[in-house]
């Protein structure tokens, strides 16, 4: 497998981690916290691939595809069940430079979609950002539930980097 398509995946697994750390009520809780559960961040991800999923086919990745309110968001099970069937895709899948085009909304007041250029592997990386960002929100949430996850859940590539190369540079010092 390919270094992008790991890496998404472990991404993935951060959001797996949480899943399986809640109840599968606790799942699609919402509160006076915030409105949305975990499993509607979960959702949102899954969307995202499936729309890199098509759009590698077709050439054209339509991000605006949604499937709101979709049973993932509120059953645990739906939700592990869908990110298996991305992991078991990407253990396939080849990311290349081949020319893709991405459609989007890009204005939050009015309807506005923007094309763009990009490949496969520019939105797996972009993914991989995007999956990291949601477990940070899902982490958070499942905190305010009292669910205790991973520490490095959410924590993007290039910080935790820094952070393994601090705490190595702290034990140096310590010896």
Not at 35 to 52: E, K, N
């Amino acid at each position: 497998m390919s270094k992008l398509p790991e890496a998404t995946g472990e991404a993935l697994d951060q959001l797996r981690q949480i899943i399986l750390a809640m109840t599968s009520d606790a799942v699609g809780d919402e509160n006076i916290y915030y409105t949305s559960g975990v499993g509607r961040h979960v959702r949102h991800v899954v969307d995202h691939f499936v729309a890199l999923q098509s759009g590698t086919i077709s050439g054209v990745i339509n991000y605006n595809v949604r499937r709101r309110d979709n049973v993932m968001e509120s059953d645990a099970s739906v939700a592990l069940v869908a990110m298996g069937d991305i992991l078991k895709w990407l253990q396939t899948f080849t990311p290349n430079d081949l020319g893709l085009i991405v459609e989007s909304e890009i204005s939050c007041t009015t309807t506005k979609c923007e094309q763009f250029r990009s490949n496969s592997r520019r939105e797996l990386h972009y993914l991989i950002n995007h999956v990291i960002h949601h477990a940070a929100v899902a982490r958070l949430l499942a905190e305010k539930q009292g669910i205790v996850v991973e520490d490095s859940i959410g924590i993007a590539p290039a910080t935790a980097s820094y952070l393994r190369k601090a705490s190595s540079n702290v034990r140096q010092v310590a010896d």
